[in-house]
């Protein structure tokens, strides 16, 4: 079964602490790993796209790395507006559009 | 820049009353989706549609009902709205064979008393 976990579910940091937020997948076959921001209220916002194994993206403060198993979003830096809460989403084993989330991390970045 | 609305940002409802929620996007994509989001259970799929009047169940389609008359718009359509479903309902949309990215609109808090 397709499944995405990932930790911490929340994280609180001192304004330019870097640290990183994980997301563990099982998927038979990956057809891509996502990953949005979403502020309290609104929809998720998207940021990233993975498809294999060591590939990287990076923007602004934020860059995401992908291995077989676990994709980790870095966070170099933060600042206050970075606070929101992280989501992770790969697609799904069958022939399918669907995304499978995970709860998502909530970061916090204090001044 | 890719734009989904959604038709009320908050919507608060009687027990047994007929609920339609909205959504538009104006990037002409195939594919359009329906989650509600719940605290500790992430995103979860109700319903997507590929195209003009198709429509697939996804994870937890029981007590809700789409309609797809037109490509760019897409209806969650609860029957009879129970407390059970007082929850965030955001829309997505996605151009499959570029990605699949999904972009999403900015959700309707729906509260059933």
């Known amino acids: 079964e397709d499944q995405v976990t990932q930790s911490p579910e929340a994280l609180r940091l001192q304004e330019g602490e870097s640290s990183s937020l994980n997301c563990s997948y099982t998927?038979?076959?990956?057809?891509?790993l996502f990953w949005y921001r979403q502020d309290p209220g609104k929809g998720p916002e998207f940021l990233f796209t993975?498809?294999?194994a060591g590939e990287e993206k990076e923007k602004e403060r934020l860059k995401a790395t992908l291995t077989k198993k676990e994709s980790f979003l870095h966070i170099t830096a933060p600042k206050p507006e970075d606070s929101a809460t992280y989501l992770c989403?790969?697609?799904?084993?069958?022939?399918?559009?669907?995304?499978?989330f995970g709860t998502g991390t909530r970061l916090q970045v204090f001044p | 820049d890719v734009k989904v609305t959604q038709s009320s940002r908050y919507l608060v409802k009687r027990t047994g009353e007929k609920v339609f929620l909205e959504c538009v996007q104006d990037?002409?994509?195939?594919?359009m989706f329906w989650y509600r989001q719940d605290p500790g259970l992430g995103l979860r799929l109700i319903y997507f549609?590929?195209?003009?009047?198709?429509?697939e169940k996804g994870d937890i389609p029981e007590g809700y009902s789409v309609s797809r008359e037109k490509k760019e718009r897409f209806s969650l359509i609860l029957e009879s709205a129970s407390t059970n479903q007082t929850s965030m309902y955001l829309c997505?949309?996605?151009?499959?064979?570029?990605?699949?990215?999904?972009?999403f609109g900015p959700g309707t808090r729906l509260t059933v008393l």
């Open positions: 993975l498809y294999s």
């Open positions: 549609s590929y195209d003009v009047k198709m429509k």
């Open positions: 989403a790969v697609r799904g084993s069958y022939n399918t559009d669907k995304l499978i």
């Open positions: 997505a949309s996605s151009f499959p064979g570029r990605g699949d990215t999904q972009y």
């Open positions: 998927v038979s076959g990956l057809r891509g």
């Open positions: 990037m002409d994509h195939e594919n």
